[in-house]
């Protein structure tokens, strides 16, 4: 193997080893653990989702902070990764509990777009998920609402 194919499978190699820790880390969150978001963001990252867009790991880590306070039992689960150089896409499931939707365990999917800095830390992280279905259409009384809209909309 020649000197610059080394260099790309290194690359590779790295770029693997940092979203498996990535990974390992969304999947094992908790209160106490938010305190180490460093080692998983650079200090200037950018994060955007449906409801939030932020700069910086101390915004990032009040977003993950206020999960925890507002909802019971919030966790990661991730179902697919791919890795291409120093960008990767994962697909997750998030799972919790909200009185306010009823006793049993909620479930969002979506996925995550990560861009990582030359150290393995993710610098960019952008979040898509469809908040009408995943989210609005299981409150009771919106849900309703939005489930009407929906169908009107495909007629």
Not at 44 to 51: H, L, N, Y
Request: hydrophobic content about 45%; charged content about 25%; some cysteine.
């Amino acid at each position: 193997m020649g000197a610059q194919a080394a260099d790309v499978a290194e690359a590779a190699g790295a770029a693997e080893a940092a979203v498996a820790r990535i990974r390992a880390a969304f999947e094992s969150l908790t209160p106490a653990s938010l305190a180490q978001l460093d080692a998983v963001y650079t200090s200037d990252a950018w994060f955007k989702d449906p409801f939030n867009e932020v700069r910086g790991v101390a915004a990032i880590r009040a977003i993950f902070e206020h999960m925890f306070q507002t909802l019971q039992g919030p966790r990661f689960v991730v179902r697919d990764v791919v890795v291409q150089g120093h960008q990767c896409f994962l697909t997750w499931d998030f799972l919790f509990r909200q009185p306010r939707m009823g006793p049993q365990e909620q479930c969002i999917r979506g996925g995550s777009h990560l861009r990582l800095a030359a150290d393995g830390r993710i610098e960019m992280h952008r979040d898509y998920w469809d908040a009408a279905e995943e989210l609005y259409e299981k409150i009771p009384v919106l849900g309703a609402l939005m489930r009407w809209l929906k169908k009107r909309a495909g007629s």
